[in-house]
C-alpha cells in the first residue's frame, strides 16, 4: 500500500509553528510511522508525533542526511541518533534548524591515525629497506643466461617505448661504425677485466642519452654521439655504463622496481591517471637509490680511462657541454633526475687526472668519424 | 513529489489477510518460484522508483574525480562514499529512499590495513618470482603468472568482503542489512565453480552463477531476516540460450564460409554482435529469475527489467561517453606529439610553438590525460550507470503481505577493514 502524504497545512508564514506530515522510522524496527512535524520554539525542539509516537528532537540536533538525489522533501536525522530517520517532502522545515549541515562522525576515527602511521612505516620498510636489500641479495645469485634474459627484455621495452606507435625505434648498424665502436671498447677494457661479456647498442633517437642494462648491456642513444666533440667524452661516458655494469646495478635496479611498482600501484590505485602518477613516483625513487651508484660508477670510470691512456677530464668535458646546453638541475626537477649534480660531477674528473699524464688518441679521426655515421 | 509508504499498518490488517489462521503459511513453498507471482494477486506491491537527475550525477561525479585527482587519489573514498550517498538515495522503494551510511574515514582506514599485508606479499613475492622466472626460466612470463594466479583467491575474498561492508552500511526503513563472514567459504567455491566452467567451456556457467548467489543471498540479512535464495541452477538454463545459439550458428557459417559459401563470413559476425546481446540478456534475465526466486521471510520480489532497453543502455551510453572522451583524446596527442618533438623533427615547427616551449605542452598533455579519464568518468555515470540503475529500480516490485513493519533492527558491524582489500585491488565495482 502506497499512499501520498497530504499537501502541507500551512499554519505560519515561517518554519516555526508550522505543521507538515512526515514519516518516522525509529531505528528499532521497519515501520513507517505517519508523523505530524512541527517546530516548537518554545522549547528549541522539533516535535514529532504520530501515533504512539512522541518524539523530540532538539533543533540544533537536526541534520539533513547528506548527498540527497531527491530535490524535494528533506531527509533528517538528530546527531545523537545514528538509526532514526524523518522524511518529509516539504522543505520549509529546512530553515528552522541552524546546523542542517553540520558534519557528524558515526564511525570511530580514532584508530585511524595509528593505521596510517603502520601502514605508510611498512609500505616505506618495503619500498627503501626490504626490497632492496632483497634485490641487492638476489642480484649476486641470478644465473648470467636469466640476467641477460631480463637485460634483452628490458631493451625491447624501451626501444618499443621510445618508438612511436607501433615501430620500434631503430638500433645503428653502419659496419663501420661499429668497427669503430668495437676499437673503442677493446681500448677501455683491455685493462680491467669484466665478470660479463659486453653487448653494446647504439639506438637511432636524438635523446643524449646512455645507460647500462642487466647481462652487460651497454646502450647509447645517437643524440650523445651527436653530442660528442671529441671520441674521448663517449669513451669516457662507456666507461661510466661498464661501471654500472660491473657493480651489476641494472640487475638491481630491475628486481627492485619488480617488487616496488606492485606496491605503489597498489598505494595510488586506478583513479583516474593513476598511471601517470606512478610513474613519477617511480621516478623519485630511483633518483633515491641510485645517487650512490652513480658516484660509484664515475669512480670506476675514472680509474678505466687512465688505465686506458685516456684523460679521466674528458667526463667533464661531456658535462660541461651538457650544463652550457641545458643548465644545471637544482630545484625541483633535481629529484627528478638520477644523476648527482653535474658541477659536483665535471670537478670530480677534473680532479681525477693524475700529475704527469699523457693522454693518447682514443680513435683516429677517420674512425670518429665512422663512429659519428654508425646510424646513416 | 515523493510519494511515502504508509504500510505502517497493524499486521492483522489489510485485504491480503482475510485467510486469517492460513496467512502465515508460505504459499511459495509449495509452488514453483516461476509461478509465484500469479499466486498474490492481491497484495499491492512496494513499487521501486528512481529520483534522480541525470545532470547532478554527471556534476557530482566530475567534481569528486577532480578532487580525487588534486589529492592524489586520497579523495577517491569521499567521492565513493558520496556517489553510493547519492544513488541509494534515489531508489526508492514504496516511496522510501535507501540510505547508504558508509564513511570516507572507514574506507581510507581499511585500505591502509588492506595495504599494509598486500604491500608484503606483492612487493616481496613480486620481486621473488621476478627473480626465480629469470634465473629458471630465462623469461618474465612465469613471474607473470604465478602472480596473476596468486591474487585471483583474494580477488574472489575482497569482492564477498566489500559486498559485506556495503550491505552493513546500507539501510532502508532505518533498518541495516547485513552479510555474514565467509569470505573465504566464498573465494574457494568460486575458484572451484570458475574451474568447472572454464572446463565445460560455459554449459555450467548458470550453475556458478546460481550456486554464488545462493551463497551471498543466504547470508544476507535485512534486519532480523535472512533472504533465501530459492529454486534450482537449471532455471537458469533459459536465459543462456542468446549465448549459446550465436556461438553455434557463428561457428556453423565460419566452418561453412570457410569451405563453401565466403558470404556466410557475414553471419558469423553478426553473430558477434548476437553474442554480445546474449552477455547483455544472461546478466539481466539471470538477475531477474533469481530476484524472483529470492525471499525475506514473507516479502518476496517481482523483477521484470527488460534485456533490450539494458542492452542499448550500454551501447548509447559507451558510445556517448567514448565519442565525448575522443573529442579530448585529440587534443591530448596534439599535445603529447608537440611535447614528444615530433614537430620539431617533422620540420613543422612553427616560432612561436616553439617560443612557448616543449615544457608547456608536456604540462598540457599531462592536463589533457587527466581531463579525459574525468570526461569519461562523469559520462559513465550519467549515460551508463545512472539509467542501469534507474530501469532495474523501475522494474522491481517488493511484495510484502503485511509483514515488513515486524522487522526488527540488526547490531552494527563494525567491520573496521571495510573494503579495503576491494579497494587495493582494484576489484571493479560499478560504484
Redesign the interface.
Known amino acids: 500500500?502506497?499512499?501520498?502524504?497530504p499537501t502541507v497545512i500551512r499554519v505560519g508564514k515561517t518554519a516555526e509553528g508550522q505543521q507538515v506530515n512526515?514519516?518516522f522510522?525509529?531505528?528499532?524496527?521497519?515501520?513507517?510511522?505517519?508523523v505530524a512535524l512541527t517546530i516548537n520554539p518554545m522549547r528549541d525542539v522539533l516535535e514529532i508525533r504520530g501515533r504512539g509516537q512522541v518524539v523530540d528532537w532538539h533543533l540544533s540536533d537536526v541534520r539533513l542526511?547528506?548527498?540527497?538525489?531527491?530535490?524535494?522533501?528533506l531527509?533528517l536525522r538528530a546527531a545523537s541518533d545514528?538509526?532514526?530517520?524523518v522524511?518529509t517532502?516539504d522543505r520549509v522545515l529546512a530553515q528552522g534548524f541552524p546546523a542542517l549541515h553540520k558534519r557528524i562522525?558515526?564511525?570511530p576515527?580514532a584508530?585511524?591515525a595509528k593505521?596510517?602511521v603502520?601502514?605508510?612505516a611498512?609500505?616505506a620498510l618495503?619500498?627503501f629497506v626490504?626490497?632492496p636489500i632483497?634485490?641487492n641479495q638476489?642480484a649476486n645469485?641470478?644465473?648470467p643466461?636469466?640476467?641477460?634474459?631480463?637485460g634483452d627484455?628490458t631493451l625491447e621495452q624501451i626501444k618499443s617505448a621510445l618508438g612511436?606507435e607501433a615501430i620500434s625505434v631503430k638500433t645503428c648498424t653502419n659496419a663501420d661504425g661499429l668497427v669503430a665502436l668495437n676499437q673503442m671498447q677493446a681500448r677501455l677494457s683491455d685493462h680491467t677485466d669484466l665478470p660479463v661479456p659486453l653487448t653494446v647498442t647504439v639506438l637511432d633517437h636524438?635523446m643524449v642519452n646512455a645507460f647500462a642494462l642487466p647481462g652487460g648491456h651497454v646502450v647509447f642513444m645517437r643524440g650523445l654521439i651527436d653530442e660528442a666533440e671529441a671520441p674521448e667524452e663517449v669513451a669516457a661516458v662507456f666507461a661510466h655504463e661498464i661501471g654500472h655494469v660491473v657493480s651489476r646495478d641494472p640487475t638491481r635496479h630491475?628486481?627492485?622496481s619488480?617488487?616496488?611498482i606492485?606496491?605503489l600501484g597498489?598505494?595510488?590505485?586506478?583513479?583516474?591517471?593513476?598511471a601517470?602518477?606512478l610513474f613519477l613516483t617511480e621516478q623519485l625513487i630511483e633518483a633515491q637509490y641510485s645517487q650512490g651508484a652513480e658516484v660509484a660508477a664515475d669512480a670506476f670510470a675514472h680509474d678505466m680511462l687512465a688505465k686506458a691512456e685516456v684523460e679521466p677530464a674528458a667526463l667533464g668535458a661531456m658535462f660541461k657541454r651538457l650544463k652550457a646546453k641545458y643548465g644545471d638541475t637544482d630545484g625541483i626537477q633535481a629529484h627528478f633526475i638520477s644523476h648527482p649534480r653535474m658541477a659536483e660531477r665535471i670537478e670530480a674528473a677534473d680532479h681525477a687526472t693524475p700529475e704527469g699524464f699523457v693522454a693518447k688518441p682514443i680513435l683516429t679521426a677517420e674512425a670518429w668519424k665512422d663512429l659519428q655515421g654508425i646510424c646513416n | 513529489m515523493i510519494h511515502l509508504s504508509s504500510s505502517d499498518r497493524p499486521i492483522n490488517g489489510g485485504p491480503w489477510q482475510q485467510g486469517g489462521a492460513d496467512s502465515h503459511l508460505r504459499d511459495t513453498d509449495v509452488i514453483p518460484t516461476q509461478n509465484r507471482q500469479q499466486d498474490l494477486p492481491d497484495v499491492e506491491g512496494l513499487q521501486g522508483d528512481f529520483i534522480g537527475r541525470r545532470g547532478r550525477i554527471f556534476g557530482l561525479a566530475l567534481k569528486t574525480s577532480i578532487f580525487t585527482v588534486l589529492t592524489l587519489g586520497i579523495y577517491r573514498f569521499w567521492m565513493k562514499t558520496r556517489m553510493r550517498r547519492w544513488y541509494w538515495s534515489a531508489v526508492r522503494v514504496g516511496g522510501v529512499p535507501g540510505e547508504y551510511v558508509g564513511d570516507p574515514f572507514e574506507k581510507l582506514l581499511g585500505f591502509l590495513i588492506a595495504v599494509v599485508i598486500l604491500a608484503f606479499y606483492i612487493g616481496i613475492v613480486n620481486l621473488l618470482l621476478m627473480f626465480l622466472s629469470y634465473s629458471f626460466f630465462q623469461d618474465n612470463f612465469a613471474a607473470y603468472l604465478l602472480s596473476f594466479v596468486g591474487v585471483v583467491p583474494l580477488w574472489f575474498y575482497a569482492t564477498y568482503r566489500a559486498r559485506r561492508y556495503v550491505l552493513a552500511r546500507t539501510r532502508w526503513r532505518g533498518i541495516r542489512f547485513g552479510l555474514e563472514p565467509g569470505a573465504w567459504g566464498y573465494a574457494w567455491r568460486a575458484l572451484v565453480h570458475w574451474g568447472l566452467t572454464l572446463l565445460t567451456a560455459g554449459v555450467l556457467w548458470p550453475r556458478m552463477t546460481f550456486w554464488l548467489e545462493k551463497y551471498k543471498t543466504d547470508r544476507t540479512w535485512y534486519g532480523d531476516v535472512r533472504l533465501e535464495q530459492e529454486g534450482r541452477w537449471q532455471m537458469l538454463f533459459p536465459a543462456v540460450r542468446h549465448v549459446l545459439l550465436p556461438t553455434i550458428v557463428g561457428g556453423i557459417c565460419a566452418i561453412a564460409g570457410a569451405y563453401a559459401n565466403p558470404a556466410l563470413f557475414l553471419v558469423t559476425a553478426a553473430c558477434g554482435v548476437w553474442f554480445a546481446f546474449g552477455i547483455v540478456y544472461y546478466r539481466v534475465k539471470s538477475w531477474e529469475i533469481l530476484t524472483n526466486a529470492k525471499r525475506a521471510g514473507d516479502i518476496v520480489f517481482r523483477a521484470q527489467p527488460s534485456p533490450g532497453r539494458v542492452f542499448w543502455i550500454y551501447v548509447g551510453g559507451y558510445f556517448l561517453s567514448g565519442f565525448v572522451a575522443s573529442i579530448f583524446l585529440g587534443g591530448f596527442f596534439l599535445a603529447a606529439a608537440i611535447a614528444a618533438g615530433i614537430f620539431s623533427e617533422i620540420g613543422a615547427s612553427v616560432e612561436a610553438l616553439a617560443k612557448i616551449g616543449e615544457g608547456a605542452f608536456a604540462v598540457a598533455g599531462v592536463a589533457t590525460y587527466f581531463a579525459i579519464f574525468l570526461i569519461w568518468t562523469a559520462m559513465a555515470h550519467a549515460f551508463i550507470t545512472m539509467p542501469l540503475w534507474k530501469h532495474y529500480a523501475e522494474t522491481l516490485t517488493v511484495i510484502d503481505p503485511g509483514q515488513i513493519g515486524a522487522i526488527s533492527q540488526r547490531p552494527r558491524d563494525e567491520f573496521e577493514e571495510a573494503e579495503g582489500f576491494a579497494e587495493a585491488l582494484d576489484v571493479g565495482a560499478a560504484i
Open positions: 500500500m502506497t499512499s501520498t502524504i512526515g514519516l522510522f525509529t531505528g528499532e524496527d521497519a515501520t513507517a510511522h505517519e542526511v547528506p548527498d540527497q538525489a531527491g530535490r524535494q522533501g531527509v545514528p538509526t532514526a530517520r522524511l517532502n562522525a558515526d564511525a576515527r584508530r585511524l593505521w596510517a603502520a601502514a605508510l611498512s609500505v618495503i619500498i626490504l626490497v632483497m634485490a638476489l645469485f641470478i644465473p643466461a636469466g640476467e641477460k634474459a631480463l627484455a612511436s636524438k630491475a628486481l627492485r619488480a617488487g616496488s606492485g606496491v597498489l598505494l595510488f590505485g586506478d583513479f583516474a591517471g593513476g601517470l602518477v
